[in-house]
């Protein structure tokens, strides 16, 4: 089964030569998204406020590909600032609940001019 390539314009445009997402059989592949808005401007707010713009843009381009982050089964997050982390996991629990959670790795990161980036995979199957 040949890889399907999602866009949308729900979500930040890519930020180089990627997609936002790819479905591969059962799978859906999400692209790192970051605290930018569909017109391109950059969230620069407080932390919460970049991170719940990260989780949107994850999330509508899972929607675009026909899923959504309750089936994800393994989420990155990185961080500019490891600090953010107990933050963080407040916020990420209004995206993906507090049961039937996906494996995560969390890492600090030399992000430049912002403080957050995610990814996941989402499995679509039975």
Known sequence: MPK???A??????PGGPYSQ???????????????????????RGTFAEQARA?????ARVAEAAGADLSQ????GVYLRDFADFPEMNR???EF???RNLPVRTTLPVALEGFDIEVDAILYTGV
């Open 4 to 6: 399907r390539v999602i």
């Open 8 to 13: 949308t314009d729900q979500a930040a445009q």
């Open 21 to 43: 997402a790819v479905v591969a059989g059962d799978h859906v592949y999400l692209a790192g998204a970051t605290p930018v808005l569909p017109d391109g401007a950059w969230v």
């Open 54 to 58: 990260a989780f949107t843009n994850l």
């Open 72 to 75: 994800a089964v393994r989420v």
């Open 91 to 93: 916020i990420y629990v």
């Open 96 to 98: 993906f609940g507090e």
